[in-house]
């Protein structure tokens, strides 16, 4: 009888040990699946932010040149108000000379 027990005993020993096996070669292939997809995530977030540093640097050029072309928009405008002005001046004087010269031949 004590041999039974035993016996039944490290049987269910040895089903528990099987079971716990089982359960940590499946943890390990888990593990081993979730390593991969860490290091493919890795991967792809390596390659874009390869591809948002460049990108960033040209975001950077082109506000330069978007304040650059600002600053000549204004220079361009101010030079179109002040020969605006400048052709109202001279304008005025041709119509001046005009009437002028048209009072002298009459």
């Not at 493919?40 to 390869?50: F, I, R």
């Not at 082109?62 to 109202?88: F, H, P, W, Y």
Request: some cysteine.
């Amino acid at each position: 009888m004590l041999k039974e027990q035993t016996t039944d005993q490290a049987r269910r020993w040895f089903n528990q040990e099987a079971a716990i096996k089982d359960a940590l070669k499946v943890a390990q292939k888990a593990e081993e699946a979730a390593n991969k997809r860490l290091h493919a995530a890795g991967q792809t977030y390596t390659e874009l932010l390869a591809k948002v540093v460049p990108l960033h640097e040209k975001i950077v050029e082109l506000k330069a040149v978007a304040d650059a072309s600002k600053t000549r928009i204004t220079t361009l405008e101010e030079r179109c108000v002040s020969q605006e002005v400048n052709l109202g001046k001279v304008e005025t004087e041709l119509a001046a000379k005009n009437e002028a010269f048209d009072l002298m031949k009459a």
